[in-house]
């Protein structure tokens, strides 16, 4: 598995924006699809984002299409979401996520990432 360690979160008003950022470490970082999952206080976690080894291919949740950018620098070792026009329904603990699986298409279940961040709290005042 591979370890990961998000940061960037915090408090924002709405309309602001933020940049999560997530540290990857142990296996080659290029190997891992990666993606975002969040999860806010009395719902289920859900989907964000994800994005293919190459970066090439990414997904986004109808919530936050247009708003959310994933990217990755496998150089770095790093995943981004850049998080614009944020509103206070974003708010969520964000959670880092990797899957050693070659899926053909972008993961979107919880199931099929098997390395998980520790998450970082999102909190948008309106």
């Known amino acids: 598995q591979v370890q990961l360690v998000e940061s960037g979160g915090g408090l924002v008003q709405a309309g602001g924006s933020l940049r999560l950022s997530c540290a990857a470490s142990?296996?080659?970082?290029?190997?891992?699809?990666m993606g975002w999952f969040r999860q806010a206080p009395g719902k289920e976690r859900e989907f964000v984002t994800g994005?293919?080894?190459?970066?090439?291919?990414?997904r986004y949740a109808d919530s936050v299409k247009g708003r959310i950018t994933i990217s990755r620098d496998n150089a770095k070792n790093t995943v981004y979401l850049q998080m614009n026009s944020l509103k206070p329904e974003d708010t969520a603990v964000y959670y880092c996520?990797?899957?050693?699986?070659?899926?053909?298409?972008?993961?979107?279940?919880?199931?099929?990432?098997?390395?998980w961040g520790q998450g970082t709290q999102v909190t948008v005042s309106s």
């Open positions: 142990g296996r080659p970082f290029s190997s891992y699809a």
């Open positions: 994005i293919s080894r190459s970066g090439i291919n990414t």
């Open positions: 996520v990797a899957s050693s699986t070659g899926w053909t298409i972008v993961a979107t279940t919880s199931q099929q990432y098997d390395s």
